[in-house]
């Protein structure tokens, strides 16, 4: 794993969240995105090399929605870039991490992302983030 690529924060609503945000950080979001097959809306700030996403469920089914329902607003996950995630994926395997659906997907951002199932990092839910090459 290279770096932390991004922190993922649950929101119930992105436009308030957004403001927040921006006061806090001192600059405004640089994109805006709605990722269908997850159900959620995002957006993410810039802070150095690490990046902030907002995360509105944009369904009541969507794991967004079932997190605040449960936990309320907060960190999310914590996103690692990696370099090769089908790798990435069979070396976590082989430590005995589980794998949430145990391949990569399209995720926001333009990348293939995966997660590792909390129960098996200490309650922290882990994505995988690789750039999609085009």
Known sequence: MNKIEHIGIAVKNLDVSNKLFAKLLGKS????EAVE???????????????????EATHVNSSIAKFIEKKGEGVHHIAFAVDDIEHEIKRLKKEDFIILEGYPKKGADSKLVAFVHPKSSNNVL???CQDIKT
């Open 126 to 128: 882990i994505e995988l």
């Open 37 to 55: 097959s997850e159900g959620v809306a995002t957006s993410f700030f810039k802070v150095g090399d690490t990046k902030i996403e907002l995360l």
């Open 29 to 32: 979001h640089y994109k805006i």
